[in-house]
């Protein structure tokens, strides 16, 4: 599969706005798919719910940035803890193929689910053979 012309990942480069925030947070693994129709992305967040995950398009660029509600029990301590910092930030840079105007997703079981059709232009289409 030859999906690197449909998203390249910006996970390095942030703009200044957000560079504090992305400088704190984890990069979520994302595995990407590409089929006849366009893409589809799926991130792994987990610990987040809907109302603490932000997503935006901006000219070219796709933006996930979310935060964890991992909440311990009053009655537990937590005497070992690996991930803190329950923030998520990544960030891809679009195809002109790709029709961002029409992103749909889709959160569950810690898993983001994003949809992102092929635009018009970029879509396969059936030429019809005239016989003259």
Known sequence: MDNQHEVQTTAGRTP??????AAEALT????????AGGITMYADLPGV???KLQLQVEADTLTIEA???LDVPQDLVS???EVGLARFRRAFTLSKELDAEKVTAELAHGVLKLRIPKAAH???????????
């Open 79 to 81: 005497s070992h803890t």
């Open 67 to 69: 935060e964890a509600s």
């Open 122 to 132: 970029a879509q396969p289409r059936r030429i019809e053979v005239q016989l003259q």
């Open 28 to 35: 979520p693994p994302v595995d990407v798919i590409e089929d």
């Open 16 to 21: 200044q706005a957000g560079a504090r925030y």
């Open 49 to 51: 719910t809907r109302d």
